[in-house]
């Protein structure tokens, strides 16, 4: 919320009238010193380049923008901003990301499935004010990305560097899950959950996913699978990381729901099929409120100052003016 500090400095204004009113009456006029070069009974001088004329009246503006603008970094302009700070935890949200080459499949409001992933994961934390959320990246190997925070810019920063195909071109979602509930198993949060966003079949890893399933189970951890894409043939462009190879065409898709469903189950989640971003959206946002905690916080107060930029602009300002008359117009200020 904007304001001022000082906000008494403003009645300097008043001498921007005053001037004007001052020289009208003819009390306060410009100094000039008259000089007779020889007595002839020719024309006068005028100034009658247009151009000099319009320049002329530019710096007489700019000089009182100028002036306004220091009396109001005088007035000390300041913005007020309130945010939330939290003394008691929320909910824990990882999301294992499967990261295979078929995530660049162009399916879901004509764009890629990861993109599509990218932009709902966002809208949901975007809006779930204490939340902790975490990230892993899954393909024929998975990492932790980010661990669960509450830093929305380190979260979106690393959410946005997800690759297709940086971890290989298999789908390990037992190795995905097993990597989620051991960055998840040690958390003090009274709510956690994995939400497994995949396209395919599990076709590599060690782990099975069953077993991950009952691990998250025995941790207290439900987790939320979901089956993205389209059934059918999808147009597919995808450059591989390591290789530099492009694949172009189609893909077929078509995958069994039923091991993502058997996960679901077991450690107390849901599975969702999502075939459009709306789909998407939807459950996202459906997750989100069964993580819902209510939380305990108060409000902190920031302020931000401005009058250094209205300097700034003023002396641009006068730069400006001291072209004008000195360089351009030629005169004497």
């Known amino acids: 919320m904007p304001d001022f500090r000082n906000p008494a400095a403003f ?36 100034w009658k380049g247009r151009l000099r004329s319009f320049a002329s009246h530019v710096s007489r503006v700019f000089i009182v923008a100028a002036f306004i603008l220091v009396i109001a970094a ?27 080459p078929s995530m660049a499949v162009k399916d879901i409001a004509n764009m890629r499935r990861l993109d599509a992933a990218r932009r709902a994961i966002r809208t949901l934390s975007s809006d779930s004010g204490g939340t902790s959320f975490g ?34 071109d298999g789908t390990a979602i037992g190795t995905g899950l097993s990597t989620a509930v051991y960055h998840l198993s040690s958390s003090a949060a009274p709510k956690k959950c994995i939400v497994l966003v995949t396209d395919g079949e599990n076709n590599a890893g060690s782990i099975h996913p069953e077993t991950a399933a009952e691990l998250a189970e025995k941790n207290h951890i439900a987790v939320y699978t979901l089956g993205i894409g389209t059934r059918g043939a999808a147009p597919l462009d995808y450059v591989d990381p390591k290789t530099g190879r492009v694949y172009s065409g189609y893909l077929q898709s078509d995958f069994d729901s039923a091991p993502l469903e058997r996960i679901a ?63 351009y117009l030629q005169e004497l200020i």
């Open 135 to 168: 990230l892993v990246s899954m393909a024929t190997e998975a990492a932790i990305v980010v661990p669960p925070t509450t830093d929305r810019s380190v979260f979106f920063s690393r959410l946005d560097s997800l690759a297709i195909g940086s971890l290989g």
């Open 11 to 46: 009645f300097l204004l008043l001498f921007i009238p005053a001037l004007f009113i001052l020289r009208a009456l003819g009390v306060f006029t410009r100094i000039a010193f008259p000089a007779t070069l020889a007595d002839w009974g020719g024309k006068t001088f005028e």
């Open 74 to 100: 005088l007035a000390d302009p300041v913005s007020y901003r309130q945010e939330r700070v939290y003394t008691s935890r929320g909910a824990d949200i990882l999301f294992v990301v499967d990261t295979s």
């Open 265 to 327: 189950s077991i450690s107390g989640g849901k599975y969702y099929g999502v075939q459009t971003i709306g789909d998407l959206a939807n459950v996202l946002s459906s997750i989100g409120r069964e993580m819902n905690v209510v939380q305990s916080y108060h409000l902190r107060t920031e302020s931000v100052r401005y009058y250094d930029r209205f300097i700034v602009a003023a002396v641009i300002l006068f730069a400006f003016v001291l072209f004008i008359c000195r360089v």
